[in-house]
């Protein structure tokens, strides 16, 4: 069974410039949820994708914006990129979207704006 | 506004001794709250969780205890392992009518186990 993966693993981009993160979900997952951790910060939630659907939304501008395929890998995408995006962007699968359904993180994607 | 809260960064333990972690939360709406354990380079992995209608869970080495009263959780480790080194956050989630298991995460933290 494989996990979450995420790619790439590290990105640098500066200010202004548009960004396509990808993430791979756990065979079976129909839930993808996208969460930004700034250094020394815990992870922030961003949103959810449920069977394509944008399924939640966290407190991000529209700027930061999701897809998700028929196969229930996601994108996420960030336009007019600020130093302040520079963060760990994780992606979780899960089988579904209770409480009770764990959520598998992937590695995280580095990304760095200068 | 940080709805969950953990004070400690850090925190370092002897080999074969209890790690007691510590959280504290605000929202009186969660309902369900976590342990993630999360090594450098990887993603957080699950560890232990705990539902608002229990006061304790325990898997092996690991238990999760809850007081509502107090919204606070901790998570003992006995006896604590040099694997067990890693940043530990600490999560909680509401289930809003099943729409979205949103986490908000603490800040973490950074357990050390000295041999």
């Known amino acids: 069974e494989t996990g979450v993966t995420q790619s790439p693993t590290h990105l640098i981009k500066t200010r202004g410039q548009q960004v396509t993160l990808r993430c791979s979900s756990q065979?079976?997952?129909?839930?993808v949820s996208w969460y930004q951790q700034a250094l020394g910060q815990g992870p922030q939630f961003i949103f959810q994708y449920y069977r394509e659907e944008e399924n939640g939304r966290g407190n991000f501008p529209p700027r930061f914006s999701g897809l998700q395929f028929p196969n229930y890998s996601s994108e996420l995408n960030v336009n007019a990129l600020e130093l302040d995006d520079s963060a760990l962007y994780l992606c979780a699968s899960s089988p579904g979207t209770s409480d009770y359904n764990e959520q598998f993180f992937g590695p995280g994607t580095r990304l760095t704006v200068l | 506004d940080q709805q969950v809260k953990q004070n400690s960064p850090s925190l370092s333990v002897q080999e074969g001794r209890i790690s007691i972690l510590n959280c504290d939360y605000t929202n009186s709406m969660f309902d369900y709250f976590l342990w993630y354990k999360k090594y450098p380079a990887e993603g957080p992995t699950f560890l232990i969780s705990i539902s608002s209608i229990k006061d304790k869970n325990e898997d092996g080495r690991f238990t999760v205890f809850l007081n509502k009263s107090a919204k606070h959780l901790s998570l003992h480790i006995v006896p604590s392992q040099p694997g067990d080194s890693a940043v530990y956050f600490c999560a909680a989630s509401a289930n809003y009518g099943g729409a979205t298991n949103k986490l908000i995460f603490g800040t973490g933290t950074l357990l050390a186990v000295q041999p």
């Open positions: 065979s079976g997952h129909n839930t």
